[in-house]
């Protein structure tokens, strides 16, 4: 069983940056695949990033690949989303979730999820 926490959301003009924390508990974080899903309203929950129990492969979504970057530390069992040049099209309620599966980008295949930070980007 993993519990994840989010933090770090909050309201930022357009080009502006952010940084998501997920704190996680759970004996096995270390050897799980975290990744960041976002949901804005009226829209289906979507990929945005994921990375390696080891911090070693990452993955993104199209959109997002050059301006967010996941990263973890295993020491404070912690994942972190750095979002620069923001857009109102990020808005979204952001979600770290985990999973013992390697990378997956489906929603489906993350069992652990946070209850999510919601991220406003103005224009």
């Known amino acids: 069983q993993v519990h994840l926490v989010e933090s770090g959301g909050g309201l930022v003009q357009a080009g502006g940056s952010l940084r998501l924390s997920c704190a996680a508990s759970?004996?096995?974080?270390?050897?799980?695949?975290m990744g960041w899903f976002r949901q804005a309203p009226g829209k289906e929950r979507e990929f945005v990033a994921a990375?390696?129990?080891?911090?070693?492969?990452?993955q993104y979504a199209e959109s997002e690949k050059g301006r967010f970057t996941i990263s973890r530390d295993n020491a404070k069992n912690t994942v972190y989303l750095q979002m620069n040049s923001l857009k109102p099209e990020d808005t979204a309620v952001y979600y770290c979730?985990?999973?013992?599966?390697?990378?997956?980008?489906?929603?489906?295949?993350?069992?652990?999820w946070g209850q999510g930070t919601q991220v406003t980007v103005s224009s």
């Open positions: 979730a985990s999973t013992a599966v390697v990378l997956p980008t489906s929603a489906q295949r993350y069992p652990y």
């Open positions: 990375i390696t129990w080891s911090g070693g492969i990452t």
């Open positions: 759970g004996r096995t974080f270390r050897s799980y695949t």
